[in-house]
């Protein structure tokens, strides 16, 4: 009976692990994506930042870019939390994040097939976004009943709340320069580029978090 106790305990220790790692690996693809991509076309095609992340489609990079997405949709379909909306949220967040991936940005040379599966990346883009802004602001900051938040829990809800309210903004930010005139000095700058490639950032950070790689309680 012993024997049994303890192989039951081991395999549950062994799933939390592979959960934690989960969520690490997950963290590290949000955050290394934007880096990768632009290093990568620099090194194999030509130097310059694209005008946005969907935007690396259209380069060498293409096949990163929708690896990167698929994989980070299929671990957030894997992501289990305290309840059924957490494993809701972790499959529309995997179907947002497959629809970005297959359903490309519209190219500069435009048709209107592309132009509305332009639209289609878009929508599918801004929903992933803000799914993962009710992950870090609601999902992760939710603690089991009658339990007492710890120092590091709540350092660790503290990020959370950072990372979900930098997204939410950078969204805001993309559609108004979206909207914006047509500005080529503004433009050159890609300022669609750095504020996904920021809400990305703050994703990962926040999935690296969750993953207890730092401020894991004692």
Known sequence: MANITTEELFQSKSLV???????????????????????????????????SISAYYYTVMRDVFVGGLCAIGVFLASYRGYGRIDNIAGNLACVF???????PTT???????????????????????FTLVFFSLVLFRKTSPNVVLTPRKEKRNLIYTICGYVILICMLLIVAVDN????????????????ESTSLIAFGISWFVKGEAILKDK
């Open 17 to 51: 692990l592979s959960y934690l790692d989960l969520r690490k690996a997950i963290g590290i693809i949000g955050m290394t994506l934007p880096f990768i991509l632009v290093l990568g076309k620099i090194i194999f095609e030509s130097s310059g930042i694209q005008s």
């Open 97 to 103: 994040a497959l629809g970005t991936a297959f359903f």
């Open 107 to 129: 190219p500069e040379i435009s048709t209107t097939i592309s132009s509305f599966i332009g639209i289609i990346h878009y929508i599918f883009s801004a929903s992933l976004f």
């Open 180 to 195: 914006m005139p047509n500005n080529l000095q503004l433009q050159n700058l890609s300022p669609v580029f750095w504020l």
